[in-house]
């Protein structure tokens, strides 16, 4: 019922930038929020970012400052603009919501953060 979709993912020296994109679409109505999730390499799944529908968003303390998340009602997509990229930036980042009890989550794109 909800399908997400990431790309924008790659390649990219420290302290570089990068925008992800999310693109949300739904057949039960519109989520009330949209995450970001990122797993590092042999590492857990760690937050990122959420946006709300209201438009208010909240950051991990590992990339607040440096990461922007927002939403483009028209598109309906998520952006996850990235700048300072460092090293431990390097993850495999992904889409998150829940709708009527269900978790979603999109297949996720790869970000390598590298000279």
């Known amino acids: 019922q909800v399908q997400l979709v990431e790309s924008g993912g790659g390649l990219v020296q420290p302290g570089g930038s990068l925008r992800l994109s999310c693109a949300v679409s739904?057949?039960?109505?519109?989520?009330?929020?949209i995450r970001w999730y990122r797993q590092p390499p042999g590492k857990q799944r760690e937050f990122i970012a959420t946006?709300?529908?209201?438009?208010?968003?909240n950051y991990a303390d590992s990339v607040k400052g440096r990461f922007t998340i927002s939403k483009d009602n028209v598109e309906n997509t998520v952006y996850l603009q990235m700048n300072s990229l460092k090293s431990e930036d390097t993850a495999v980042y992904y889409c998150?919501?829940?709708?009527?009890?269900?978790?979603?989550w999109g297949q996720g794109t790869q970000v390598t953060v590298s000279s």
């Open positions: 998150n919501t829940q709708l009527l009890g269900t978790d979603y």
């Open positions: 739904s057949s039960r109505g519109s989520p009330y929020f």
């Open positions: 946006h709300y529908s209201g438009g208010s968003t």
